[in-house]
């Protein structure tokens, strides 16, 4: 499960760099993501078609039997909308919508899934802040202040969810 509008910005971006074909694509976002998420054949192909149908993309002459697609103007167009509209969901703090994280907690009481939700919402926020700070404002005592938290907070994480799933360590 990724953030609405993930795929399709990334494959503009990735368009913008040169002409791929559907499986250069996967492996693209896959490499983007540090290996962490690939999107399957069934999430890309019927989004090139979108981007087709509406005139964003073209499919270029076929080269060894392998389709690749490059952006048309009107792509590079909703590209630099959708880059914008990233900054400034940034510039604001946001990261993720609040649906992402109430699919985590559908079977929690409502008042604790919300808690939890806001937390973890506030949690990934103050990462894309502190990652932005960190990019204008660069310096090694920040950077390991920054990596002892989240190592620590990532760790007092996986020590519970251990001990909910019974394992000893």
Not at 107 to 131: D, N, Y
Request: charged fraction near 30%.
């Amino acid at each position: 499960m990724v953030p609405k509008g993930f795929i399709r910005y990334h494959v503009l971006e990735a368009l913008n760099e040169k002409p791929m074909s559907g499986s250069e694509l996967m492996e693209q976002i896959e490499k983007h993501t540090g290996g962490t998420w690939k999107p399957s054949p069934g999430s890309i192909y019927p989004l090139l078609s979108w981007l087709q149908d509406n005139g964003y993309i073209k499919e270029l002459p076929t080269e060894n039997g392998l389709k690749r697609y490059e952006l048309t103007q009107s792509g590079k167009a909703l590209l630099e909308e959708q880059t914008k509209m990233r900054h400034k969901v940034r510039e604001e703090g946001g990261f993720f919508a609040e649906p992402f994280f109430d699919r985590f907690f559908m079977k929690m009481p409502p008042e604790k899934s919300q808690q939890i939700g806001l937390s973890m919402k506030r949690f990934a926020t103050s990462t894309v802040k502190l990652g932005n700070t960190l990019r204008e404002k660069y310096s090694e005592q920040a950077v390991d202040e920054a990596l002892k938290a989240i190592n620590n907070a990532s760790a007092k994480l996986e020590e519970i969810n251990s001990k909910l799933k019974g394992e000893s360590k």
